[in-house]
């Protein structure tokens, strides 16, 4: 998941920071309900109670995940980014809603690889959030190599 923080991706519409490559998908029209509902759904929008592991059986049809984050302070969006990157979606995962500067680093390390938050960022703030800690302390979605290994050598 490494990239170079000096290039924040090219944004459509509302996303302002993205970190793929891939066409970007139009934004998730259905919920979580609708999707698990239909077989023709290729994004979905999960909210703060929804549960990310009934989407886990349909991974390979998905192309986008937002996550929305309705108002700070409300974690849950961290755990299904995870959850999803875990049982290994590789798909965009884009963070909408309330999403902080000082959020951004802590989403990119949960597997979020697209945002769009609600009010527009200030970039130079931005690059130094997904720049500011060099190196982490504990595994993540991201795959980041955590201190203790690097100091001892272990995977």
Same mark, same amino acid.
């Given at each position: 998941?490494?990239?170079?923080? %000096? *290039?924040?991706? %090219?944004?459509?519409?509302?996303? @302002?920071? =993205? +970190?793929?490559?891939?066409? $970007?998908?139009?934004?998730? @029209?259905? %919920? $979580?309900?609708?999707?698990?509902?239909?077989?023709?759904?290729?994004? $979905?929008?999960?909210?703060?109670?929804? !549960?990310?592991?009934?989407?886990?059986?349909?991974? !390979?049809?998905?192309?986008?995940?937002?996550?929305?984050?309705?108002?700070?302070?409300?974690? =849950?969006? &961290?755990?299904?980014?995870?959850?999803?990157?875990?049982?290994? &979606? %590789?798909?965009?995962?884009?963070?909408?809603?309330? $999403?902080?500067? *000082?959020?951004?680093? +802590?989403?990119?390390?949960?597997? +979020? *690889?697209? +945002?769009?938050?609600?009010?527009?960022?200030?970039?130079?703030?931005?690059?130094?959030?997904? #720049?500011?800690?060099?190196?982490? &302390? @504990?595994? #993540?979605? *991201?795959?980041?190599?955590?201190?203790? #290994?690097?100091?001892?050598?272990? #995977?």
């Amino acid at each position: 998941m490494a990239s170079d923080i %000096t *290039d924040l991706g %090219t944004s459509p519409d509302d996303v @302002q920071f =993205r +970190f793929r490559d891939d066409e $970007v998908a139009d934004h998730a @029209q259905v %919920t $979580v309900d609708a999707f698990l509902e239909q077989s023709n759904a290729a994004a $979905v929008r999960i909210e703060p109670g929804d !549960d990310a592991r009934s989407l886990i059986p349909h991974l !390979d049809r998905l192309r986008l995940v937002e996550v929305n984050f309705p108002v700070f302070g409300d974690g =849950r969006g &961290y755990s299904s980014a995870r959850i999803l990157r875990e049982a290994g &979606y %590789t798909g965009e995962l884009r963070a909408v809603g309330e $999403v902080l500067i *000082d959020q951004l680093l +802590f989403m990119r390390r949960c597997g +979020f *690889d697209a +945002f769009a938050p609600d009010k527009k960022l200030n970039e130079q703030d931005a690059q130094a959030a997904f #720049a500011r800690w060099p190196h982490d &302390y @504990q595994h #993540a979605a *991201d795959n980041a190599r955590p201190i203790p #290994a690097i100091r001892h050598g272990a #995977a």
